[in-house]
């Protein structure tokens, strides 16, 4: 029997184009939520062990190190999103990597949430939070307004991770053999640098949501969006501890 794939949401009826968009950010807030109940259970269930972890805890943070744990799993799973996209993966198995990538960011943001919580304000996570959807619910109104299409950043945005991905390693590894540390101007640019890779990749995914996913691709379309949504928030939360560590 053959198989039919489902049409792009651009080719469908506007009442089918708007289910799917519709589905894919109802997704996207449930992954947002997941991951801030998982953070708060992991809170919870570390809390005793945070004493003892503090010295490794800040050391991680202020290394390069968070940076390219954080930079490799978000080119990762956009490239796993893509390929499911594009090569049309089951269902069970776009959920499965959606659920596992929740996860993963849930426990690689442990460190960072625990500075910024105990070293700087709780307050900072809702600055980094409210500075974040504004910047995502700006970027998305650009590409639904416009109706533009931005798949033409897909090689710029390939070569500006590549880049990004090349800089933090070398840091890394001066920091492993000679003991370099980045001062606070070279810290903030990568923070900054960090900001415009994720704005570049919501203006991109939301362009290839719009017109070049099909109808049933709304969990890997999720899956991307909240790649590049933690990924901003990352980086704004970095932005803002810099700032506040150099008042």
């Not at 970027?139 to 990004?164: E, Q, R, Y």
């Not at 960090?194 to 362009?207: E, H, R």
């Amino acid at each position: 029997m053959r198989f039919e794939m489902a049409p792009l949401a651009i080719e469908s009826a506007t009442s089918e184009r708007t289910a799917f968009i519709r589905r894919t950010y109802a997704h996207l807030a449930g992954a947002i939520l997941a991951f801030t109940l998982l953070e708060v259970a992991l809170f919870k269930f570390l809390a005793p062990a945070f004493p003892a972890l503090d010295q490794a805890l800040q050391t991680f943070v202020r290394s390069q190190i968070s940076q390219l744990v954080v930079l490799l799993a978000f080119i990762g799973v956009s490239f796993l999103a893509r390929y499911w996209a594009s090569n049309g993966g089951s269902a069970t198995m776009q959920y499965a990597g959606l659920g596992l990538f929740v996860v993963a960011q849930a426990v690689i943001f442990v460190p960072i949430l625990y500075i910024a919580i105990h070293y700087f304000s709780p307050t900072i996570l809702l600055q980094a939070a409210i500075l974040t959807l504004s910047l995502f619910a700006g970027l998305t109104a650009v590409v639904f307004i416009t109706g533009k299409d931005f798949s033409f950043m897909a090689s710029i945005l390939m070569i500006a991770s590549f880049l990004m991905l090349g800089i933090v390693l070398c840091v890394v590894a001066l920091s492993l053999t000679t003991g370099f540390q980045p001062g606070w101007y070279f810290s903030m640019g990568i923070a900054i640098f960090g900001v415009m890779l994720a704005a570049g990749f919501i203006l991109y995914d939301t362009s290839n949501i719009m017109l070049h996913f099909r109808t049933d691709q709304h969990v890997a379309a999720s899956l991307e969006l909240f790649s590049s949504v933690a990924y901003l928030f990352f980086q704004i939360l970095r932005i803002l501890m810099l700032t506040q560590s150099r008042d």
